[in-house]
């Protein structure tokens, strides 16, 4: 069992931020499903923890209930709700992860979470049809999901995925079939604020695409705040009075620039390969994509 524990631990502080996210929502749900078994034993409503940790609805009360805007996104009430969400999130970020940097990831995670969120509460307070259901309350990664799909698919629209019977489906397809389908679902009663949150989300990660493609990154503002949020729990370092000087760091955006060209120049390599075989191929056209399988 401890050799189970440590190798969990090892992929966390290893793994990239997709796959940290889909630790933490995996953790969360375990830890939530054993604290409902308790509830049960002793009579407590387990709707308790959706009341604490769900976005309600109702404004005052969520403006008593701030931390819901961001504890919602990580909660699931089932394990297929919770399983759909974290596939999604794993075929979709490892494409993402191709052009852009995990910090990029993690904050059009939380944007598209509070887009949902923003548009669920808009629309059970202004739209007759969920105004008449009366006070709810929303849990999941739905929304942030669908944030980081459509930024991966309509940044990159031409990327592929085999999917079964189908065969390779343009990943941009595949998330207009998903953003169509929640839009037609808008009028259903078993989830009404879920499919809300997904358009939010969905319209929020296309946003971010098109934004990036014009050369601004709709991400940078959240990614300041959660970097100044980790450095107030880390410990100040003394400082060393030996002087050294360090190359100056990348930004997000020069680091995704330079992922989102060097997997262009990896592109046109393949598909020289695909129409002239290997031998047509340069020295430095091999070497660089012998570097790229390492990676």
Known sequence: MAGIIDTLKYKYKTGSVMTRLIFINTAIFVILKIIGVIFTLFNISSLDLIVFLGIPSDIPLLLSHL???ITYMFVHEGFLHLLFNMLWLYWFGQIFLQYFSGRSLGSLYLLGGLAGALLYV??????????DMGRGWMIG???????????????????QLHLLLLGPVKIVYIAIFAF???????????????HVAHIGGALLGYMFAIQYKNGRDITHWMSKLIDGFVGMFK?????????VEHARNETDWDYNKRRHSEQEEIDAILDKLKQSGYSSLS?????????????
């Open 122 to 131: 808009i629309a059970f307070n202004t739209i007759p049809y969920y105004m």
């Open 283 to 295: 020295a430095d056209e091999k070497k660089k994509l012998f570097d790229a399988s390492k990676k």
């Open 180 to 194: 169509v389908l929640d839009f037609l679902s808008l009028g259903d009663a078993t989830n009404p604020g879920g």
């Open 141 to 159: 990664a739905s929304a942030s999901v669908m944030a980081i799909v459509m930024g991966a698919a309509f940044y990159r629209p031409d990327v």
């Open 235 to 243: 410990p100040h370092q003394k400082k060393s009075k030996m002087r």
């Open 67 to 69: 931390w819901s805007l």
